[in-house]
């Protein structure tokens, strides 16, 4: 019964390990992890539709087909620093078969290049966000990710060594 938890567990770290380290390596230009027409973004503030902590799956496949008076996320070049932010459409205007300006309600004008996805297109997993931040943080993935599978790297060379030794040790004393 321990045997079968045991593995379980190790089943399920390696799912988290694997999970976490495509997630990294999935990053966009503004970091966010972006997996075929998907991306993945978690919540730090509470909206009106969503909470801190949600992590959110934005599909994006049909991003020049949004209409006004939908709700959009967009990545904000205007601010400070580069950010997710949501707002609403109020006007379309159709460049070319591939580009698409939107008007929003914040009267910031954003190319089809900038949006992310309709907040109709968006699946929502509460609270695994907080878990995503943490594994995804520099410390984070230090202490949950890279230290314990260095501890079996080296527990399992300090088996080898032992298991070489005592056959040495044995055969010299036979």
Avoid: Q
Avoid at 51 to 58: F, H, Q, R, T, V
Avoid at 74 to 89: F, G, L, P, R, W
């Amino acid at each position: 019964m321990k045997k079968i938890v045991l593995s379980i567990l190790g089943l399920v770290y390696i799912v988290i390990t694997v999970f976490i380290t495509i997630f990294l390596l999935a990053h966009n230009d503004y970091n966010l992890a972006e997996i075929g027409d998907n991306t993945y973004f978690v919540m730090r503030r509470d909206n009106e539709k969503y909470n801190a902590g949600d992590l959110l799956l934005i599909n994006h496949t049909n991003s020049n087909n949004i209409e006004a008076n939908k709700d959009i996320f967009y990545y904000n070049t205007y601010a400070e620093s580069m950010k997710v932010d949501m707002a609403k459409i109020v006007e379309v205007e159709k460049i070319s078969d591939k580009e698409t300006t939107y008007l929003l309600d914040n009267d910031a004008y954003i190319s089809s290049e900038y949006v992310i996805g309709s907040t109709d297109m968006v699946k929502v997993v509460p609270i695994l966000g907080y878990f995503v931040l943490t594994l995804e943080s520099t410390w984070g993935y230090l202490l949950f990710i890279v230290l314990p599978l260095f501890l079996m790297f080296v527990f399992f060379c300090l088996f080898i060594f032992f298991v070489l030794y005592f056959l040495v040790y044995f055969y010299y004393l036979l």
